[in-house]
């Protein structure tokens, strides 16, 4: 059986970042990387698409944008000398939310456009967001239960919490919109407390939807993401294995760990990295089995839906008609059975100047054929940008992450309620086994500034496991159950703790005292405080007998 120091499985960028690591940090370790699919990059895919120059330009059908906070990817970047470019995001953005009609605005953020949307609306949305901002401040994405809400957020959704604060329907739209885009995922599938801590992971939510200052699309990638496997790979030459699907691990306190691929081969090491989606990590078999949290957490962490789409045109008629490209929309439409597909788009051009939209589609459509879904998207553009979005039409191109191997959903997987005791362990070893891939990571969680810093947090734990400990960077340790102030975050004992909120209760004393103060202003024959009242008796009387106030 071939024998080596480190394996690490899958290659994306967490687990190319882990090799990469390991191998800055000590040369000489034996180290392989075993991959399932054909090829390296995970969930980032750049693809050739035909376009106005006629000879084709490359477009990410996976993780694509990067932002200004994102440092552990920003560093890879320079290291790796790949360029970034802004995202355009110049005129008008089209919103279509509460109803079917399309509204267009300016502002970064439809809850800040007040010309397109009533006071109403716009103070709705300015009051869910600086709500739902607020809460996730107080997170600690390494213990998410020291925040006293935390129990009442983990049982229950997003959607639920959207009904209890929104009053508009074009606020819960807006919600639901966000879901989709960052997570693929239905708010009504989500924890709370698992968004909150997304939220907090990223900087907040509209860090996470956002495309200008420290939003998540900011930059593209000048030839698209993959290059960053790809030039990882490169490097890692003949240690990265594909065609290597892992099917069973065999660990053990102290001794080596053994793993079986989907082939039957079988390979040794003495520490191992898991690079793969939690979803993935569900369908490995596991001797020892895995503990009851681990388990109840790989049965809970489910992949997003979207399909992600790519349009060329001849020409960028958005852009000349005063349109930034950027589209976000709840599909309401008044005919019967219509399923208007696009979740939001933004502008695509390349950095070699090819006109293009970019976008997501609801997972609804996933049973649709992929010429169907194109007559439908391309519809839906014309309905947003008129008819040259049909007329100007070169090519579309589109990527179903569902229906990818070792991947299962898109962008990203995330936790359903009453799960996050369970997702506090998603960094814990067990055994010779170490877990890395976005979404254990502490900072950008679910993008791929996180699937390196994960890649980072795990290649240190196995220097620190190896014995290695001078070449430790205790930076990267945060969050690791090597790090010193590592403790087991859990929800607190006493469950029955009142966390309703206490505007019930100052309502109610509110009213008795309002009512005390009446009674004593009545039975004493208080002249200011009678006249104070006397208005309301008025309308009461009136209301009551249909009479007016007998003078
Ligand atoms: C459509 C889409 C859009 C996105 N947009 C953005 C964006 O704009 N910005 C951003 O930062 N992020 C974005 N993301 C997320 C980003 O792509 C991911 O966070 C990142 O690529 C995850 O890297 P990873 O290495 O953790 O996991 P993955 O990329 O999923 O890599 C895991 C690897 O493990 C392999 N594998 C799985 N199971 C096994 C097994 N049993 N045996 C062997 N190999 C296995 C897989 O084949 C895969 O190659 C997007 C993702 C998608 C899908």
Same mark, same amino acid.
């Given at each position: 059986m071939e024998s080596v120091d480190v394996i690490v499985v899958g290659a994306g960028i967490a687990g190319l970042t882990t090799a990469r690591e390991l191998l800055k940090q000590d040369p000489t370790l034996k180290v392989l990387v075993l991959e399932g699919?054909?090829?390296?990059?995970g969930r980032t895919l750049t693809v050739n698409v035909q376009t106005a120059n006629h000879t084709g330009d490359k477009f990410d059908m996976g993780g694509q944008w990067v932002g200004r906070t994102q440092k552990e990817l920003l560093a890879l970047l320079d290291e790796l000398k790949i360029e970034l470019y802004e995202q355009y995001e110049t005129g008008r953005k089209k919103a279509q939310l509460g109803n079917e009609k399309i509204r267009s605005y300016t502002? *970064?953020?439809?809850?800040?456009?007040a010309g397109s949307f009533t006071l109403y609306e716009v103070i709705d949305f300015v009051r869910n967001i600086f709500r739902m901002n607020r809460m996730s401040n107080?997170?600690?994405?390494?213990?998410?239960? *020291?925040?006293?809400?935390a129990v009442a957020a983990d049982e229950q959704s997003v959607a639920s919490f959207a009904r209890s604060i929104a009053l508009t329907r074009s606020a819960r739209d807006a919600l639901d919109i966000g879901m989709r885009a960052v997570y693929g995922a239905e708010a009504k599938r989500m924890s709370l407390l698992y968004h909150l801590l997304y939220c907090k992971s990223g900087g907040s939510f509209m860090d996470l939807i956002e495309a200008t200052g420290d939003g998540a699309q900011a930059f593209r990638i000048k030839g698209g993401s993959q290059q960053i496997s790809l030039k990882m790979a490169e490097a890692l030459g003949d240690r990265v294995r594909l065609r *290597?699907?892992?099917?069973h691990i065999e660990t053990s306190e102290g001794g080596p760990t053994r793993v079986t691929l989907l082939n039957g081969e079988k390979l040794e090491c003495k520490r191992l990295v898991l690079a793969i989606p939690p979803n993935q990590c569900g369908l490995v078999e596991f001797s020892p089995p895995l503990g009851y949290l681990k388990r109840r957490l790989y049965d809970n962490m489910t992949p997003g839906h979207l399909i992600k789409f790519v349009v060329t045109y001849k020409s960028s008629f958005w852009r000349a008609d005063g349109n930034s490209g950027e589209i976000i929309s709840a599909g309401r439409t008044t005919i019967p059975g219509e399923i208007l597909p696009i979740v939001c788009s933004y502008d695509a051009t390349t950095s070699n100047g090819c006109p293009a939209i970019v976008g997501f589609i609801h997972a609804e459509l996933h049973d649709w054929t992929m010429n169907e879904r194109c007559n439908a998207v391309v519809k839906d553009l014309v309905r947003f940008f008129g008819s040259k979005a049909l007329s100007e039409f070169i090519a579309y191109e589109e990527k179903?992450?569902?229906?990818e191997p070792f991947n299962g959903g898109c962008p990203v997987d995330y936790v359903t309620p009453g799960n996050m005791d369970a997702f506090m362990t998603i960094r814990d070893m067990h055994y010779g086994v170490h877990f890395a891939g976005t979404?254990?990571?502490?900072?950008?969680?679910?993008?791929m500034s996180g699937a390196v810093e994960s890649g980072k947090r795990a290649a240190n734990e196995v220097l620190h496991a190896l014995g290695l400990r001078e070449r430790v960077d205790h930076k990267y340790l945060k969050g690791s159950q090597f790090s010193v102030e590592y403790h087991h975050p859990h929800p607190p004992n006493d469950h029955y703790v009142d966390y309703t909120s206490p505007w019930r209760r100052r309502l109610f004393f509110g009213t008795a005292l309002v009512f005390g103060i009446y009674a004593v202003s009545k039975k004493y024959d208080l002249s200011y405080t009678a006249r104070v009242f006397r208005p309301v008796e008025k309308s009461v009387f009136k209301w009551w007998t249909g009479m007016e106030w007998p003078h």
């Open positions: 699919k054909d090829r390296v990059g502002a *970064s953020l439809p809850i800040f456009a107080k997170i600690n994405v390494l213990d998410a239960f *020291s925040w006293e809400g *290597s699907g892992v099917r179903n992450w569902n229906k979404e254990t990571a502490l900072v950008w969680m679910g993008y």
